[in-house]
């Protein structure tokens, strides 16, 4: 990248080649071929969503989460119902052929700086590790740079190590820790920042294609090449 000084003689950064502020990010229904990633709609998702979180056999799945698994759908709607139709974080459910089974967000919306992450993630034990759990997160990656962001987030507790590789496994460049960043169920936590700007985009969206292409999958739905970011 050639350098650029101000009539100072001091170095300045690129110019921004996007319209700022960047658009609003759509909220309509994301369709891929093994999953659907749609807003949340408390009626139509709640009782899928419980049921499919209720899979797991202990709470681990909630550890890292900012909230603690509810006991009973009526406290699951209770916790949902604020976050349906929210312009941040923009709340989406993850659906496969048998129904909603995971959660993430649009969230820390930043229009002025092209700017957005990817968080509160929730995935049911039968979504974890599965091609429609990549495909959602590819969905929801698209959306935000086609729409125009330029710097696209993942954050995390830094000792939630599957979270980590999970980021590294999609494309996300690790940036490093924020010290004693937060407290959450009492507890402090050191935060992992990772992130894909807009530059990297189209050799990772190439990726992906070539991976979720049906050709790649053999006929027990194994992956014959993984992911190669």
Same mark, same amino acid.
């Given at each position: 990248?050639?350098?650029?000084?101000?009539?100072?003689?001091?170095? /300045?950064?690129?110019?921004?080649?996007?319209?700022?502020?960047?658009?609003?990010? !759509?909220?309509?229904?994301?369709?891929?071929?093994?999953?659907?990633?749609?807003?949340?709609?408390? +009626?139509?998702?709640?009782?899928?969503?419980? @049921?499919?979180?209720?899979?797991?056999?202990? @709470?681990?799945?909630?550890?890292?989460?900012?909230?603690?698994?509810?006991?009973? /759908?009526?406290?699951?709607?209770?916790?949902?119902?604020?976050?349906?139709?929210?312009? @941040?974080?923009?709340?989406?459910? /993850?659906? @496969?052929?048998?129904?909603?089974?995971?959660?993430?967000?649009?969230?820390?919306?930043?229009?002025?700086?092209?700017?957005?992450?990817?968080?509160? /993630?929730?995935?049911?034990?039968?979504?974890?590790?599965?091609?429609?759990?990549?495909?959602?997160?590819?969905?929801?990656?698209?959306?935000?740079?086609?729409?125009?962001?330029?710097?696209?987030?993942? $954050?995390?507790?830094?000792?939630?190590?599957?979270?980590?590789?999970?980021?590294?496994?999609?494309?996300?460049?690790?940036?490093? +820790?924020?010290?004693?960043?937060?407290?959450? $169920?009492?507890?402090?936590?050191?935060?992992?920042?990772?992130?894909?700007?807009?530059?990297?985009? !189209?050799?990772?969206?190439?990726?992906? +294609?070539?991976?979720?292409?049906?050709?790649?999958?053999?006929?027990?739905?194994?992956?014959?090449? !993984?992911?190669?970011?």
């Amino acid at each position: 990248m050639t350098r650029r000084s101000n009539e100072y003689g001091q170095p /300045i950064g690129p110019p921004v080649d996007v319209d700022i502020p960047v658009p609003a990010l !759509p909220t309509d229904v994301m369709l891929g071929r093994c999953c659907t990633v749609a807003p949340l709609d408390v +009626d139509e998702h709640a009782d899928g969503l419980f @049921d499919a979180f209720d899979e797991s056999p202990d @709470d681990r799945s909630w550890t890292y989460l900012f909230h603690e698994r509810s006991a009973t /759908i009526d406290h699951f709607v209770d916790w949902l119902t604020p976050l349906q139709g929210g312009s @941040d974080p923009l709340v989406f459910v /993850i659906s @496969d052929a048998d129904g909603p089974c995971g959660m993430a967000g649009l969230q820390r919306i930043a229009r002025d700086h092209g700017v957005v992450e990817v968080g509160g /993630i929730h995935l049911a034990p039968r979504l974890q590790g599965t091609t429609a759990s990549t495909e959602a997160m590819f969905l929801m990656m698209q959306r935000a740079f086609e729409t125009g962001y330029r710097r696209y987030e993942w $954050k995390c507790d830094s000792l939630n190590a599957p979270s980590r590789a999970a980021a590294l496994r999609l494309g996300f460049v690790y940036e490093g +820790d924020f010290r004693q960043a937060i407290v959450y $169920k009492g507890r402090s936590r050191d935060t992992s920042w990772f992130s894909i700007v807009d530059g990297e985009w !189209p050799r990772l969206r190439s990726e992906f +294609d070539r991976w979720l292409d049906p050709a790649n999958f053999d006929d027990s739905g194994e992956q014959r090449t !993984p992911l190669r970011h």
